[in-house]
């Protein structure tokens, strides 16, 4: 399958810049820290591969990819799965794309919604964070966060009750995320 989703890479850069990386409504919806027994660059070996995104809650699959790393780099994926709504969504389409690329320090991914064109506003447009901060020669702060855009068109009463619940799921999936780099790690050692 190839990815028809018309642009390249600066298309989509510049989409994920205006739709999610410069957007006042986006706000952070979880973060979670974990201390990690590996050296930061042991770390940064397993994240560095675009293809570490495909294999946590959030997606399923990656089914074409465009450069091989750093900015730029976007990709097609489908989710399958919401971590929030606990029954089966039927796929999405998004397309991710590498917003920023310090080794050793920071790596983000632009996730934007290419089915909302056709009228789906099922998942909104977000934005998943990963940093690194060296914490000795085998120890590394991971930090994890989530940032979605303020849905629109939901009651504050609603969004109250929501929110909370919201994050609490998101977290969760963190969790997962993260169980999926400890085991590259411990394969990698």
Request: proline share 6%; charged share 25%; aromatic share 8%.
């Amino acid at each position: 399958m190839t990815l028809d989703t018309g642009g390249d890479s600066a298309h989509w850069e510049m989409q994920a810049r205006t739709r999610v990386t410069e957007n006042p409504r986006l706000e952070v919806m979880a973060r979670r820290s974990f201390l990690l027994d590996y050296a930061v660059e042991e770390v940064w070996r397993v994240i560095q591969d675009p293809l570490h995104w495909e294999a946590d809650a959030f997606h399923n699959e990656i089914v074409d990819m465009q450069d091989a790393g750093g900015v730029g780099t976007y990709f097609e994926m489908l989710h399958t799965n919401n971590p929030i709504i606990p029954w089966p969504m039927p796929d999405q389409r998004f397309v991710g794309v590498i917003m920023d690329w310090e080794p050793l320090k920071r790596q983000s991914v632009a996730e934007l919604n290419i089915d909302s064109s056709a009228g789906s506003k099922r998942t909104p447009d977000h934005r998943q964070i990963i940093e690194l901060e060296p914490l000795g020669p085998a120890r590394t702060r991971l930090t994890y966060s989530v940032a979605t855009i303020r849905m629109e068109g939901i009651s504050p009463v609603t969004r109250f009750f929501f929110r909370p619940w919201a994050r609490l799921q998101l977290r969760r999936a963190i969790g997962k995320k993260l169980a999926h780099i400890r085991e590259d790690l411990a394969q990698a050692a």
